[in-house]
């Protein structure tokens, strides 16, 4: 039986199938720019949240900002602050929904700090393992993740 008898057959017999429960998914539309930069946001999300240091869910979109200015040289030196940009803070809020939904990260709220689940941990983990432009880029975006940890710990020891 092909594909185009099977539908003859089943319209003929009036073929109907009950399900017990209907569920309602709620579909989340993204933009077209959307679809471009809220991957690679939620991956350095991601990446932050399997780190050592946890980053405070307060200050993420500065961190993702500065990360992402520090790795990409297109970025450096420009005048653009993109940890001070508006627009990128929106973006990891979306992430960083995305990746709850998907439960990739939790929130631990009594910290306000951002922990990667095990489910998460793997994704990044094979995301990083690849031998790709996105894992070169993504331990860029590691290194100086971790090397704004230190600043930030060094200036509280000189305080």
Request: glycine share 4%.
């Amino acid at each position: 039986m092909d594909i185009e008898e099977f539908f003859e057959v089943a319209k003929a017999s009036n073929l109907r199938i009950q399900l017990d429960e209907v569920k309602t998914v709620r579909s989340h539309r993204l933009s077209n720019e959307a679809l471009f930069h809220l991957p690679f946001i939620s991956m350095v999300v991601l990446l932050m949240a399997k780190e050592r240091r946890k980053p405070n869910t307060p200050e993420l979109g500065q961190l993702v900002g500065e990360c992402i200015e520090r790795s990409i040289k297109e970025f450096k030196g420009s005048s653009q602050h993109l940890g001070w940009s508006a627009n990128l803070r929106v973006r990891t809020v979306k992430a960083l929904s995305f990746l709850e939904i998907a439960k990739l990260v939790s929130v631990n709220n009594r910290k306000t700090k951002l922990e990667a689940t095990e489910l998460g941990k793997k994704v990044i983990n094979k995301a990083i393992d690849e031998k790709s432009d996105l894992s070169y880029n993504l331990l860029l975006i590691q290194r100086h993740y971790r090397n704004i940890c230190r600043e930030k710990q060094m200036e509280l020891e000189l305080a």
